[in-house]
């Protein structure tokens, strides 16, 4: 007998710790010979919404399971369905089966509108898996003398004999350590994120997420995520993703963890967490200032700095300590902070957004991610749409339309503005250009609102731009404002945030006439496109190196000699070919800097940047 677990993941790089969980559950703990012997096999298929549907269709055919379960998100119902649908018409004798959070909620509703699905496992699903492994190995064994109904297993929604929906008691809590550790074998998980869980629940309670639906937060047994850390460390893990909800709710069980990847730390493996910033303490800080740059990066969700808004949603946030933490952390330069928001929250209208988004960009996040509410099925938020006049989308993942303070047209302008942040903030690739640009405005949502609108008003939304076309539409952007007379830059204020090795690195003068302050940004543009990459062609924008084309050569012939700069990585090597590895850029400004790209900032990638005198 085969029983086939099918996930279907947002992108390649994506796994489902979901039904390698089931699976390690069921082969552990069932008990059952034919689990031993290999006449049942629990098999695997992991799968993207970006495959042919018929090239899943024909890989689960050809398969052959008796049984087939499919993990449920909103980012896959609408393409699960459609296998759902065409599955019985080429295995006829197959039993699908769901799970997971996007039919949990509604299990009958869904058996009554979906006659080719079987069963729904309904929230945590090792033991039912477990259980209904058991149940079709004892039924094929037994055959004409086997009685029990499915209705014995908890946590599950079936058909009862005359075709009603019947959803039986959910199960106790599965105990965290007895799930068996899911990555003994790592071959199947080459660049692609490994996904890690040390707890399960939440003790808040939110009311968009169905996280606050489990109180019962459980953490698996210290001594086992200690070697199974050490697993991740000894093969040398680019990643791994904690998908705790709120990671650093357990002081001591946040330290333990923290303190032993700091220890055992192999100068490889980046762990990320999601955590409530305003709960960490100086002990958890004093840690985490000791830490490798890289070792670790947090996920801050501030979702809201309004504070009716946070009422209302039944966040508990002190919004003044997570500041101060997340200024805190910034200081260290030693961890990546990626702090989100979400529009169309109860209370948020554009200017309260506008306020949230400025005041979270003013904390200096690595990345700040802009969503949208989705309003999941089973949330206190889908219970109390109506109040807010919420509307949302009738097909996943439900994402707000529009709400009482929000409307459809504001929604569409924070798209927009959405865009911008990812192109323009959240690349990393415009770093210094958009410490400059924001100067101009007044807010640094004005900044991003104006080149949604200009991005509008040239028609270059929905167009797969490349990375120097960008530069191009920015240089245009601002030659536009700047005929618009911007307002004068403050430079003092980003060169007093650069790092002090750093300082001087970054074109910083300009006339003041339009012309010499675009070039000013034109040398940012540079300065920006080579911190990142090593060009192999030169952008239309950049100045002309020609006048210096001897002077950077006999640099080079002089770093091949005495490597002043170009050290560690650059042995043995010849000037030609030091040329290709490195670069060196002369700016409108006079000076030179020279990029070192096998010296690299672990938090932004950066290229390593030195001002070198040429003679």
């Not at 808040?204 to 200690?226: A, G, H, P």
């Not at 199974?228 to 333990?256: A, G, I, P, W």
């Not at 206190?380 to 749409?385: H, L, S, T």
């Not at 959405?418 to 807010?443: D, I, K």
């Amino acid at each position: 007998m085969k029983f086939l677990l099918a996930a279907l993941n947002a992108k390649y790089i994506h796994s489902n710790p979901g039904i390698y969980s089931l699976k390690a559950y069921a082969e552990a703990h069932g008990a059952e010979p034919e689990l031993a012997d290999g006449s049942c096999r629990i098999e695997l298929g992991e799968y993207t919404i970006n495959n042919q549907f018929d090239d899943i269709l024909s890989d689960i055919y050809r398969r052959k399971p008796d049984v087939v379960g499919f993990s449920c998100y909103i980012w896959n119902i609408t393409f699960v369905m459609q296998l759902v649908r065409d599955l019985p018409k080429v295995l006829p004798d197959v039993e699908i089966w769901l799970g997971g959070p996007q039919v949990s909620y509604d299990a009958s509703q869904v058996l009554k509108e979906e006659p080719a699905v079987f069963g729904i496992m309904m929230g945590e699903g090792e033991e039912s898996f477990t259980s209904l492994v058991r149940w079709h190995l004892r039924r094929r064994r037994e055959g004409s003398k086997f009685q029990e109904t499915l209705e014995g297993i908890p946590g599950i929604a079936v058909r009862n004999f005359s075709g009603e929906p019947v959803e039986t008691p959910l199960k106790n809590a599965v105990n965290m350590s007895e799930i068996p550790f899911l990555y003994d074998q790592l071959e199947g998980f080459k660049n692609r994120i490994i996904y890690y869980e040390s707890s399960r629940g939440c003790p808040f309670s939110c009311s968009y997420c169905l996280s606050s639906l489990d109180k019962s937060v459980r953490f698996r047994d210290m001594e086992l995520v200690k070697r199974e850390l050490d697993y991740f460390l000894e093969h040398k893990v680019s990643q791994v993703k904690f998908v705790d909800r709120t990671f650093n709710c357990n002081k001591k069980h946040t330290m333990e963890i923290w303190r032993y990847i700091t220890e055992h730390d192999n100068g490889i493996t980046n762990f990320h967490f999601e955590i409530s910033a305003d709960l960490l303490d100086e002990e958890e800080l004093e840690l985490m200032k000791t830490m490798r740059p890289g070792l670790i990066q947090l996920e801050i969700g501030v979702q809201s700095t309004n504070p009716n808004t946070i009422k209302e949603i039944q966040r508990k946030t002190d919004l003044k300590r997570l500041k101060a933490v997340v200024d805190q952390v910034n200081g260290f330069q030693n961890i990546h902070q990626h702090l989100d928001l979400i529009a169309g929250l109860p209370y948020e209208n554009y200017e309260s957004f506008k306020n949230s988004f400025n005041t979270v960009y003013e904390m200096k996040p690595e990345q700040l991610q802009l969503g949208f509410l989705k309003v999941l099925k089973g949330s206190y938020m889908e219970e109390r749409a109506r109040n807010y006049d919420l509307v949302y989308k009738s097909e996943p993942p439900y994402e707000v339309l529009s709400t009482a303070w929000l409307n459809y047209g504001e929604i569409l302008k924070l798209k927009a503005v959405e865009e911008m942040v990812e192109v323009y903030g959240n690349s990393g690739q415009f770093r210094y250009t958009m410490e400059a640009l924001v100067e101009e405005f007044q807010t640094p949502f004005d900044m991003f609102e104006s080149l949604a609108e200009y991005y509008e008003a040239y028609g270059l939304f929905g167009i797969n731009h490349t990375r120097i076309a960008r530069y191009e539409i920015l240089e245009k952007f601002v030659a536009e404002k700047l005929a618009g007379d911007m307002p004068e830059k403050q430079l003092e204020d980003i060169q007093g945030e650069m790092p002090e090795e750093q300082l001087g690195d970054m074109p910083r003068e300009h006339s003041g006439e339009p012309s010499g302050k675009l070039d000013f940004y034109k040398d940012l543009f540079v300065y920006d496109l080579y911190l990142r990459e090593n060009m192999k062609s030169r952008p239309a924008f950049s100045m002309d190196q020609l006048p210096y084309k001897e002077k950077i050569r006999e640099f080079f012939a002089v770093e091949a000699k005495e490597h002043r700069y170009l050290k560690e990585g650059y042995e043995g090597f010849e000037a030609r070919q030091l040329i290709k590895m490195a670069h060196l850029e002369v700016f409108r400004d006079g000076r030179a800097v020279l990029f070192d790209y096998k010296n690299r900032d672990p938090l932004t990638y950066n290229a390593a940047a030195y001002v070198v005198e040429l003679d």
